[in-house]
């Protein structure tokens, strides 16, 4: 594990933020470890740092926009936005889809960074993505604070994150016995 990792694992461990026991993720998959990234977006400090290390993977120069996905983004989002000196948009459930709401305009060709706090499968990152191009903007990449995926979850920009970490996921019919004999829980991202 690099530096950057380790200091990022630490910074989750200490705030409380990895958590363990039975949790179904936003995915629909069960987990034995869940990533409550709003215990550390208690801690300004650590949000504060957190987005230092994603823009010295991404480049502040790199993108004019910030969008996040509501909830789990929106801090973080705000956060890499503020010190970037960018602009800071969301998208938020309507009817359990995403949506461009509260007037929010994305013009022609800006370009974009998609943040998000935690991806398993990317599904609300994927959302954002076709917003901002059915909006006409230029989706220069995603950043993530933690992929759990393996490797596996792949958009058509690039990804960034400054964890990749992925703890054993099982559809709820397959779990293991042990998973199974403790009541699943919800934290919500």
């Known amino acids: 594990m690099s530096e950057t990792q380790n200091e990022v694992l630490s910074i989750f461990k200490e705030t409380g933020a990895l958590l363990t026991g039975h949790f179904v993720l936003r995915s629909g998959l069960h987990s034995g470890h869940f990533f ?3 215990r550390v977006c208690e801690r300004m400090k650590q949000v504060t740092r957190l987005a230092e290390l994603l823009l010295e993977k991404v480049g502040a120069d790199t993108f004019d926009t910030v969008v996040a996905p509501a909830m789990g983004g929106l801090v973080i989002g705000q ?18 889809k995403l949506a461009l709401r509260r007037n929010f305009k994305i013009e022609p060709g800006e370009r974009i960074l998609v ?15 076709d917003i901002v191009k059915a909006e006409g903007g230029n989706c220069v990449g995603v950043a993530v604070l933690v ?9 058509e920009v690039p990804l960034t994150s ?8 099982y559809e709820a019919d397959k ?10 829980s919800k934290p919500g991202s």
Not at 83 to 92: H, S, T
Not at 147 to 155: A, E, K, L, N, V
């Open 175 to 184: 779990l293991p016995p042990e998973l199974a004999a403790l009541p699943a």
């Open 115 to 129: 943040v998000e706090d935690v991806i398993t499968r990317g599904g609300r990152v994927r959302e954002a993505l």
């Open 147 to 155: 992929d759990r995926s393996q490797g596996q979850t792949t958009f």
């Open 36 to 38: 409550q990234c709003a």
């Open 79 to 96: 956060e890499v936005a503020r010190q970037a000196d960018a602009r800071f948009l969301f998208v938020e459930k309507v009817d359990d």
């Open 162 to 169: 400054l964890l990749e970490l992925s703890f054993p996921t």
